[in-house]
């Protein structure tokens, strides 16, 4: 170890890189694994997007651009999240355009935390907001939501705010959730929104499943309590564009100008050319999630059922591309142990539920972005690992 990497940000010293990641580097390795482990669609992204990037690069547009997002994506932005969310977000003032949403959460949390704050993160959860709440030297309050079908009440949401009226600067929310799949409809959005109005602290509201729910259509916070609503989206999960790294940042002016600060003295400005893509995505296949969203709604179905056979519970979730399924009693009770134990033995990869937090512990997040032959050869293998045991 280097003398002087001791000396390095603190809060570092207490973050470790993601479990997630580095379980699937470990299992990757291992020949005929059927990968379940990843949070990112098995789609391509759609053709007219691709030529869209290709003119893009073909004229010449290698330049710095608008440290906010070129206009053409900011007016698209803005035109699909209100044609289809009813949110109202002013293109000049109002969005951002971020590396992905994972910058867009970055540059937020970093833009309002001071030293000393906290951030309430409901759990089970997709756990990057709790390192980048820890690296603003913020401290994140677990809520765990596992007694409530991993729905956070507003009660208890309330309940958590009085207890650290103190120090609370926001809540995060993610909806539909990763890992969980469950979503939130309108009274239930409501609900929590009534509670949030009545505190002057920020909600960060993570929706870029927003495009993959199965049933109800999706209510966004930034419709139901503007003022207060960080709103993060993208292109990464409605159109198959996670390599792109292409998201969006939405709320009122003045706090989008900070948030763009750090984002400006960060990246300076996302990748031209994904720019333009992502304005093709918005503009003219404002509905190219709907037919990927059909087939992941199979795919769910599928595993569901099959699940069930070999003995997992699994609520029937609602959104995005997981399961989050509770181990059956008689296995190893230990997330991180069993999901060892199955990819070794089974040769299916799922990721632990301890890896998104208090709550997650005993269950697994299985996720169906994977092709209908992968995701019948996995409940074949787990039928049979859980029949041997
Ligand atoms: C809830 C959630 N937010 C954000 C992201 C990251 O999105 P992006 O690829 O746009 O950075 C993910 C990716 O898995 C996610 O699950």
Known sequence: MSRLSESMKQE???????????????????????????????????????????????????????????DGLRKAASK??????????????????????????????TAMLNPGDSVIIPTPIFPIYIPDTMLNGAKPIFLDT????????????????????????AVVLNFPSNPTGVTYNRDEVQALADVLKQYDIFVLSDEIYSELT??????????????????LNGVSKSHAMTGWRIGLVCGPAD????????HQFAITSATTNAQVAAEEAFKNGPDDGVAMRKIYQQRRDLLLAGLKDAGF?????????????????NLNQDSAAFCYELAKEAKVAVIPGASFGPGGEGYVRISY?????????????????????
């Open 214 to 231: 199965y049933g109800e259509h999706h209510v966004s916070m930034g419709e139901l309590l503007p003022d207060q609503t960080i709103l």
């Open 80 to 109: 699909f999240l209100s044609d289809k969310y009813h949110v109202h977000y002013d293109p000049e003032t109002q969005i951002l355009i971020t590396t992905g949403a994972t910058e867009g959460i970055f540059s937020s949390l």
């Open 146 to 169: 596992s007694d409530n079908g991993f729905i956070l009440s507003p009660e208890k949401l309330q309940e958590t705010i009085e207890a650290n009226k103190d120090t609370v600067k």
């Open 12 to 70: 570092l010293k207490q973050i470790q890189p993601s479990s997630i990641l580095k379980f699937n580097q470990e299992i990757s390795k291992v020949p005929d694994m059927v990968k379940l482990t990843l949070g990112e669609p098995d789609f391509n992204t759609p053709d007219h997007v691709k030529q869209a990037a290709i003119h893009s690069i073909e004229n010449n547009e290698s330049h710095y651009t608008n440290s906010r997002g070129i």
């Open 255 to 262: 706090v989008i100008t900070e948030i763009g600060k750090v």
């Open 313 to 329: 519970e699994c609520a029937s979730p609602k959104g995005a591309f997981y399961l989050f399924a509770k181990i059956p009693a």
């Open 369 to 389: 972005a994977a092709s209908t032959a992968d995701l019948k050869k996995a409940v074949e293998r787990i039928q049979k690992f859980v029949d041997q045991h």
